[in-house]
């Protein structure tokens, strides 16, 4: 049986995840090189913001259904599975086919999410999470069409 208790860590762990996926992200925007360096550049501001809005919005709904965010970098840190990036160069591709994995584990999570949301009669976190994972899928489908 799913418990509120169970979204609201799940959402935390969602949470955590996207913090380190926009810190990825703004690196591969700080580290890119070669082929693509300036419409890329360019784009990865958009993703990063996206982000940012995205990290407020999860926040701010945990605290309207009566639970906290994750408080501190070392919360955030001990909960995510994203693998951060190094200060190495990468290329567009090598960048886009680190989102991809990132990408899709986000989406999963936010499908869970939708899941443990209708179990506990949250259509608001339901929904929510729904166009998370619209918004994923669109953005997988765009990556994988430019490294092709």
């Known amino acids: 049986m799913t418990s509120v208790n169970n979204l609201y860590e799940e959402m935390n762990t969602f949470l955590a995840d996207q913090i380190v996926l926009g810190m990825k992200i703004h690196n591969f925007h700080w580290f890119i090189k070669g082929d693509g360096f300036f419409p890329i550049h360019e784009k990865l501001d958009e993703y990063y913001e996206a982000s940012e809005e995205r990290i407020d919005e999860i926040a701010e709904r945990l605290l309207v259904i ?14 995510t599975s994203i693998k951060e990036l190094d200060a190495n160069w990468i290329t567009a591709k ?13 989406n ?6 939708v899941k443990l949301a209708e ?7 339901a929904d929510y999470f ?9 953005n997988l489908w765009m990556f994988k069409a430019y490294i092709k």
């Open 66 to 79: 009566g639970a906290k965010p994750v408080p501190n970098l070392k919360e955030v840190l001990a909960k």
């Open 108 to 113: 999963q999570l936010a499908l869970r999410l």
């Open 130 to 138: 729904t166009a998370v994972s619209q918004e994923l899928g669109k």
């Open 119 to 125: 179990a506990v009669e949250d259509p608001g976190t």
């Open 94 to 106: 090598e960048g886009f086919e680190k989102l991809i994995v990132d990408f899709e584990h986000m």
